[in-house]
């Protein structure tokens, strides 16, 4: 496969290493300590992980009490400057009235104390709309947490995501639709293919350049405008030393509540069928080993859902669709909003915010929705 862009995954650790004399010999020396420090990291998320979706249903639900929060995202802002067909965030106006950067830091240093080095996505809203997005990704990194910066990568100034990057966060994710003017009419904004393009590349050359590890994911969300032309950016990252996230689309963010949405929207893949080929496209390049991060349960979990969205849809925005039973996603979910409100469900009112309380304190405080039976909904469709 050949590329526009340097591929780093073929560029070793040792060849990156930037510098003459004593500092090269000094980060050579470092390099198999840091690699034993990301692979323990690695092991410890994956147990971490899997010990806590364990205890949301082992023995019945009996230790559910106990889980600790996987999915964790902080939204450093819910300002943004794209325009995309299928998000109204960008229509949110006005000031912010953000915790501060000192507030964030501390939420982020009580998460490692907590949790240990767990994963934690910073995003928004474009997240680099807020100034001190790039210290904060420093300091996450600074105490061990595995950070994902989310971002557009709309940039004409790429100063803020190449200091971003200089951090070396644990992944960068952008958002990429489709590639070519496929993506600029999704994002609403023209240039917006090109200025990504530029983005991933810079992501790129300053990986091999300063022997960065920072992973580099594209995320795809499936709607009408790309069902067709989705397995490209599946190729576009083959070919580039990336991997790719695909994600249904749902009703728009920020947007009214109403459960007939797909009926109406413009997103939504009229033609089910084209949707589950599309789909079964992806499995197949999967299995090939294209480098797609989805597992090929919750891409399957996609093909019955453009069959029957009503069904399915509290699933999908709890990124549970292809589980076979569905369970409360405020057992594992955290969500701190710019203001820094603390969400564990989508649907429910905040359980704290950050300037007023420790997180680990909001977090055992919270009401048990668990126990509410609230959004169980979907699960007979999904049970075996
Ligand atoms: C809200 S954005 C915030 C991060 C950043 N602004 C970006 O677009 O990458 C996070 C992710 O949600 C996705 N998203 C937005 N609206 C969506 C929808 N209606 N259905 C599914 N995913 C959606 C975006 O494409 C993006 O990958
Ligand atoms: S998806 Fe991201 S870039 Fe698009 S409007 Fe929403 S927050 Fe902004």
């Known amino acids: 496969m050949t590329s526009a862009f340097a591929d780093a995954t073929s560029v070793t650790d040792a060849a990156a290493v930037p510098g003459p004399g004593a500092d090269r010999v000094a980060a050579l020396a470092r390099a198999p300590i840091d690699s034993l420090a990301r692979t323990s990291t690695r092991l410890y998320r994956r147990v971490y992980q899997a010990a806590n979706y364990r205890l949301r249903s082992v023995a019945g639900g009996r230790f559910r009490s106990a889980c600790r929060p996987v999915s964790i995202a902080l939204l450093l802002t819910e300002r943004c400057n794209a325009r995309c067909v299928h998000c109204n965030i960008w229509q949110n106006k006005g000031k912010e009235d953000s915790p501060g950067l000192e507030v964030w830091k501390t939420c982020l240093t009580d998460l490692a104390r ?108 499936l709607m009408s405008h790309n069902i067709g032309s989705a397995a490209e950016v599946a190729r576009f990252a083959a070919d580039n030393g990336m991997e790719v996230f ?69 699933a999908v925005q709890g990124q549970a669709a292809h589980e076979r039973v569905q369970i409360c996603s405020a057992l594992t979910t955290l969500q701190i909003q710019a203001n820094g409100d603390v969400g564990a469900c989508h649907s429910k009112p905040p359980i704290g915010n950050i300037r007023n309380a420790g997180i680990s304190q909001i977090w055992a405080d919270r009401p048990r929705f668990w126990e509410q039976g609230c959004c169980q909904a979907g699960a007979a469709a999904l049970e075996d």
């Open 246 to 314: 695909y994600q249904p689309i749902d009703r728009n963010y920020n947007s009214e509540e109403d459960d007939r949405w797909f009926e109406t929207a413009p997103t939504w893949p009229r033609d089910p069928e084209i949707a589950a080929a599309a789909v079964n496209e992806l499995i197949r390049l999967k299995r090939q080993g294209y480098p797609i991060a989805n597992s090929i349960a919750q891409l399957e979990a996609m093909i019955p859902y453009f069959r029957n969205p009503m069904a399915l849809q509290a």
């Open 114 to 221: 907590w949790l240990g080095p767990v994963q934690v996505t910073l995003t928004g809203g474009e997240a680099l709309m807020q100034p001190f997005a790039p210290a904060l990704v420093a300091h996450g990194v600074s105490r061990g947490l595995a950070i994902e910066l989310l971002t557009h990568g709309y940039w004409s100034d790429p100063a803020r995501l190449e200091q971003a990057a200089l951090a070396d966060p644990w992944r960068i994710t952008m958002s990429l639709d489709g590639i070519g003017e496929i993506h600029s009419v999704v994002r609403g904004r023209p240039n917006f293919w090109e200025k990504s393009l530029a983005s991933l590349r810079m992501l790129q050359r300053l990986r091999a350049e300063r022997g960065l590890h920072y992973i580099i994911r594209l995320k795809t969300v």
